[in-house]
């Protein structure tokens, strides 16, 4: 009881401080008004409402945002591969503008809710184009979906970790808390922000506003925080890493040059275990390399869905 009676206090005050560190981004006016720069349309999916865009024509590329993200990042590069596909963009479930229930959010039950998506929008294979925890999905779907699963972009993403050993795990089963996840985003969301990018602009300065001014309520916030938390949580249980030899379809990796969250040794695992892969490093870009270079991005991207992994060379 005494134990139980000291986790609730430290919570209380955890979020306290939290809700007293935020108090200068409350912008309700924000928080009300703020839409994505390429609109926003719903579609639901059981007891699941998904936010999403579609753009363009022909064969079908589904961007999917990685965590803490949503679609809005990508407003300078779904226009542009627009004009040759058939572009979806989707916010993860429980993440975004998309709906947030109390739900296991394992990565593979997100897996599951993205395929559920795809049926309800008739599409039977798709590319995909995803970012950080988004790659990290893609390459679940490429191995537990691999017939809907044409080609795969991975940026800046995670998925070939060494899976936690015993200490790691019991470790998670004391201390990892749903609630203390969530705070601890809450208050450190603009220095993790700062690092994704390497200069800001106008547009991710809107993003970020829109962003803190959600962080700033915790009661706002508490359900994409759970969600955070869990996909988080489910990242090392969910490790490709002995299975990369699996994934037959075409992969590009992009990586930024000062990628500060998952480095480039991570991209480089990846080229080596992937079958049928290549590695395009984006010069002057951090770990949201499509922000910061979108021109170099798209044209590797592009270069790649058109062409296959022969289309590109390694180091482009």
């Known amino acids: ?151 795969l972009v991975l940026m800046g993403s995670p998925g070939a970790w060494e899976p936690p050993g015993p200490a790691l795990r019991l470790a998670f089963l004391l201390f990892w808390h749903d609630a203390l996840v969530t705070d601890y985003v809450r208050w450190r969301w603009p220095f993790l922000y700062q690092h994704m990018f390497r200069r800001q602009t106008p547009m991710t300065q809107a993003i970020l506003r829109y962003q803190m001014a959600a962080r700033a309520g915790g009661g706002y916030f508490a359900p994409e925080g759970r969600a955070m938390s869990r996909c988080l949580r489910s990242i090392f249980d969910n490790s490709c890493r002995d299975r990369l030899g699996a994934v037959d379809c075409p992969v590009l990796l992009v990586w930024g040059e000062y990628d500060e969250i998952h480095p480039r040794a991570t991209a480089e695992y990846l080229r080596l275990h992937l079958p049928d892969s290549r590695l395009v490093v984006i010069p002057d870009a951090g770990h949201e390399a499509m922000v910061d270079q979108p021109e170099a991005f798209n044209r590797a991207v592009l270069s790649f869905l058109d062409g296959g992994t022969a289309a590109v060379a390694d180091g482009q």
């Open 1 to 151: 009881m005494a134990r139980l009676f000291v986790c609730w206090f430290s919570l209380v005050l955890c979020a306290g401080c939290a809700d007293l560190r935020l108090r200068p981004y409350r912008d309700d006016r924000c928080l009300a008004d703020y839409r994505y720069a390429l609109g926003e349309q719903r579609l639901d999916i059981g007891d699941l409402q998904v936010c999403y865009q579609e753009l363009g024509r022909g064969r079908t590329v589904l961007i999917l945002p990685g965590l803490g993200t949503n679609i809005d990042f990508w407003q300078l590069n779904a226009p542009v591969l627009a004009e040759r596909y058939h572009v979806l963009l989707v916010d993860l479930p429980g993440l975004g503008k998309s709906a947030k229930p109390d739900a296991p959010y394992d990565l593979l039950w997100m897996c599951a809710q993205i395929i559920a998506f795809l049926d309800a929008k008739g599409v039977d294979e798709t590319s995909v184009i995803g970012g950080s925890l988004g790659g990290h999905l893609g390459l679940l779907l490429a191995l537990h979906y691999p017939q809907r699963i044409e080609k």
